[in-house]
């Protein structure tokens, strides 16, 4: 079969751009503290009353850091893809999917600390937040296979 040189350059931009979505380390990192911290905030709560207000600010601060993160980086680079996850078809499901798992997993440490088994709660946060993780870099890595494939809306 020949090779169609325009397609193949085609492929090789989609590949560069698709390149774009690749996080640093780092940002995984800080994503799974600020998943324990979200997660744990029942278990902060009730471990160290008097502390809410404490614990908004901080979560503020999460969101702000990865607020700036995002259009620093979008300007770094340059590229301006689709903030929306349904832009991506192929990480549509995934990312319900995370989702689900995230909000059973954050209804539970809840049920589990108004039941006063804070320990129980201490034990499922680092599964929690692990599969919060995973899901978040399963949805990344579905979203880098649509720009490849070239299925953006």
Same mark, same amino acid.
């Given at each position: 079969? +020949?090779?169609?040189?325009?397609? #193949?350059?085609?492929?090789d931009a989609?590949?560069?751009?698709?390149?774009?979505?690749d996080?640093?380390?780092?940002?995984? /990192?800080f994503l799974?503290?600020?998943?324990?911290?979200i997660?744990g905030?029942?278990?902060?709560?009730?471990?160290l009353?008097?502390s809410?207000? &404490?614990?908004?600010?901080?979560v503020l601060?999460?969101?702000?850091v990865a607020?700036? &993160?995002? /259009?620093?980086?979008?300007?770094r680079?340059? /590229?301006?893809?689709? *903030?929306y996850?349904?832009?991506?078809?192929?990480? *549509?499901?995934?990312?319900i999917?995370?989702?689900?798992?995230?909000?059973?997993? &954050?209804?539970?440490i809840?049920l589990?600390? #108004?039941?006063?088994?804070?320990g129980f709660?201490?034990? +499922?946060?680092?599964?929690?937040?692990?599969?919060v993780l995973a899901?978040?870099?399963?949805?990344?890595?579905a979203? *880098?296979?649509?720009?490849?494939?070239?299925?953006?809306?």
């Amino acid at each position: 079969m +020949a090779s169609n040189p325009e397609l #193949d350059q085609v492929a090789d931009a989609r590949r560069k751009l698709a390149a774009h979505t690749d996080l640093p380390a780092a940002y995984w /990192v800080f994503l799974a503290a600020a998943g324990v911290l979200i997660a744990g905030l029942p278990i902060w709560s009730a471990v160290l009353p008097g502390s809410g207000p &404490y614990f908004q600010w901080a979560v503020l601060g999460v969101v702000l850091v990865a607020t700036a &993160y995002s /259009v620093v980086q979008r300007r770094r680079s340059g /590229v301006y893809m689709p *903030r929306y996850i349904t832009s991506y078809p192929g990480a *549509r499901l995934m990312w319900i999917a995370a989702l689900a798992v995230a909000g059973v997993g &954050y209804i539970g440490i809840n049920l589990l600390v #108004d039941q006063g088994m804070i320990g129980f709660a201490l034990a +499922a946060l680092v599964p929690v937040a692990a599969l919060v993780l995973a899901g978040q870099m399963l949805v990344r890595s579905a979203v *880098r296979r649509s720009i490849e494939n070239g299925r953006v809306k």
